[in-house]
């Protein structure tokens, strides 16, 4: 996936599936082993919020986030692949599900390594999200347009981290 990301996924999207492993299980699997290691390696239990009162927005979604990071992480395709659809309008919303599963899981294993040395959590690690913006131009590219893809790509993961704002605020509203 790091090496030829557009060929495994144009393939994957077109029904060329052999020998690629299926993106859904792709992404739990590694978001499980990404468990595994923050659990070995003793993640903190309690993340920086802002402040600590209980019925600040922050904190309650900082709080829900924290508990339940493996759905949280797993359902972020929803919004990539919104995002993808929205900027890229290549493939259908189903076809985009698919493509955000391998980028997530793919960035999710990148992380992994970047938690061993950085120790920042998954959702808030600039490598993971480097390698998200990598995989989505590697993948989306045009011929001969780099300053476009580069262009698009940005606006791709800009609409993503702004669905996700919205998503933990809406959390934290409803937590409070």
């Not at 590694?30 to 923050?38: E, G, K, P, W």
């Not at 709080?63 to 290549?90: D, H, N, Q, V």
């Not at 995989?135 to 993961?157: V, W």
Request: charged share 20%.
């Amino acid at each position: 996936m790091l090496l030829r990301p557009k060929k495994i996924t144009t393939d994957y999207v077109k029904g060329k599936r052999k020998g690629v492993l299926n993106p859904i299980s792709y992404l739990i699997f590694a978001t499980t082993f990404y468990i595994i290691v923050i659990t070995i390696f003793k993640a903190p239990k309690e993340v920086e919020s802002i402040g600590n009162d209980p019925k600040n927005l922050g904190y309650e979604a900082g709080r829900f986030i924290r508990e339940y990071i493996k759905y949280f992480w797993i359902l972020s395709i929803i919004p990539l692949g919104i995002s993808l659809k929205l900027i890229f309008r290549k493939f259908n919303y189903p076809e985009h599900l698919a493509i955000s599963s391998f980028i997530i899981a793919q960035s999710t294993i990148i992380g992994i390594g970047s938690y061993l040395i950085l120790k920042i959590p998954l959702i808030l690690d600039p490598v993971v999200f480097g390698s998200m913006f990598f995989l989505i131009f590697k993948i989306f590219k045009r011929e001969n347009d780099t300053i476009e893809s580069t262009l698009l790509t940005i606006s791709a993961l800009f609409l993503f981290v702004v669905q996700w704002i919205l998503i933990i605020a809406t959390i934290g509203f409803l937590n409070t």
